[in-house]
T-cell receptor, first 114, second 114 residues
């Protein structure tokens, strides 16, 4: 299995632009998680889905952030408009739905907003 | 809501030294416990996990962790570290009543000097 796939791996954009991050979970995994990692705040859960349905989006910082999972093999995290404080590494992880199952992380997208 | 504390933010030690990283959580119910490792420039990988049974859990690369329920702790240990153990280590807790959502600690950066 290829593992969790994220694209792009690096993104540099200017303030005000729309940014879309993509994630393909491991085949057969029903849960998908979006995290943000910064030096200041560590690893934060933004949102997670079970069976394509958003379960908990309490970590989404504000309305500029949105996430979708149109099918079991694809999810997007969109930031519109982007701001410099959104600069971070964004990780996607997937897991089987049981709480007994570990989350498998993707390689992350390093986002820099100028 | 549960929270996870990792008391050491940075640890520096020499090869062959013993390592112990503290992790405490706050949640009164049943939990699953995890330690993840993030090598420089890489994504998070699972080191070990505890669900039930023997509170002393052995993981990959010679790591082990002990769950002490009365202390709400899940400390990570390795008797003799190597330079390749230089990484950031994250403790994570899943409250079984909360589905498969993980709460991560702030991480501990470990630098092993050759």
């Amino acid at each position: 299995d290829a593992g969790v796939i994220q694209s792009p791996r690096h993104e540099v954009t200017e303030m005000g632009q729309e940014v879309t991050l993509r994630c393909k979970p491991i085949s057969g995994h029903n849960s998908l998680f979006w995290y943000r990692q910064t030096m200041m705040r560590g690893l934060e859960l933004l949102i997670y889905f079970n069976n394509n349905v958003p379960i908990d989006d309490s970590g989404m910082p504000e309305d500029r952030f949105s996430a979708k999972m149109p099918n079991a093999s694809f999810s997007t995290l969109k930031i519109q408009p982007s701001e410099p404080r959104d600069s971070a590494v964004y990780f996607c992880a997937s897991a089987m739905p049981s709480s007994y199952n570990e989350q498998f992380f993707g390689p992350g997208t390093r986002l820099t907003v100028l | 809501a549960q929270s996870v504390s990792q008391h050491n933010h940075h640890v520096i030690l020499s090869e062959a030294a013993s390592l112990e990283l503290g992790c405490n959580y706050s949640y009164g119910g049943t939990v699953n416990l995890f330690w993840y490792v993030q090598y420089p420039g890489q994504h998070l990988q699972l080191l070990l996990k505890y669900f039930s049974g023997d509170p002393l859990v052995k993981g990959i690369k010679g790591f082990e962790a002990e769950f002490i329920k009365s202390k709400f702790s899940f400390n990570l240990r390795k008797p003799s570290v190597q330079w390749s153990d230089t990484a950031e280590y994250f403790c994570a807790v899943n409250a079984r009543a909360a589905g498969n959502k993980l709460t991560f600690g702030g991480g501990t950066r470990v630098l092993v000097k050759p």
